[in-house]
């Protein structure tokens, strides 16, 4: 935590990482990275703890790049884990919210990009829909989803927390780091920025 605004929540983001010019009381810090740099320097790993994410995901919310550690909601059509999840505190953390790839059902709209930025998440990334662009690009949290649907979910509590989830292809597990700006999403298995 910065002494200065306490806004970064990472205690493991140093703080010559951190953009000063977009560093305030209202946003997180912008962690200085590039995922382009990062592919280049892993672009021969075949362990798989390295991982990019298809160009798929669609920039929303009012934080272009971000970066954090993974917690994740396995959920189809019913974001009442997603809502749970936002809820609660962050902690700098990068909510993956594995919604099915639907296009039928919104998963995050403007009250859970507001509480996201609220309770401290560093970023939201939705494999299915967002929705109240205006209210997500207002939020001071990075939002990454596959496209824009008005139509809201049903409300069931059911879905998963926490648990391995399979994004695009892509295997995520929560305690991943993920990295996400305007050339693409990483995820690794260990922090890439320090």
């Not at 010559?16 to 590039?34: G, I, K, Q, W, Y």
């Not at 954090?68 to 959920?75: D, K, L, M, P, R």
């Not at 507001?114 to 309770?119: D, Q």
Request: aromatic share 6%; net charge negative.
């Amino acid at each position: 935590m910065h002494p200065e605004c306490g806004a970064c929540l990472q205690d493991n983001c140093p703080r010559f990482l951190c953009d000063e010019r977009l560093h305030s009381m209202t946003t997180n810090p912008v962690c200085a990275f590039s995922t382009c740099d990062f592919c280049d320097v892993h672009k021969g790993d075949d362990s798989g703890a390295f991982r990019v994410l298809p160009p798929v995901f669609q920039h929303f919310g009012g934080v272009e790049a971000f970066c954090g550690q993974v917690s994740t909601v396995q959920c189809f059509e019913d974001n009442s884990l997603v809502k749970a999840a936002l809820d609660a505190p962050g902690q700098g953390r990068v909510l993956v919210v594995d919604g099915g790839s639907s296009l039928r059902r919104a998963l995050v709209g403007g009250n859970l990009a507001a509480a996201a930025a609220r309770n401290g998440w560093a970023g939201v990334v939705v494999d299915g829909c967002v929705r109240d662009l205006a209210e997500l690009n207002a939020a001071a949290v990075g939002i990454r989803a596959l496209g824009l649907m008005p139509m809201p979910t049903e409300k069931r509590n059911t879905g998963l927390r926490d648990v391995a989830v399979r994004i695009q292809g892509v295997w995520i597990r929560p305690g991943d780091w993920l990295y996400a700006d305007a050339d693409g999403i990483v995820v690794s298995a260990r922090p890439l920025h320090g």
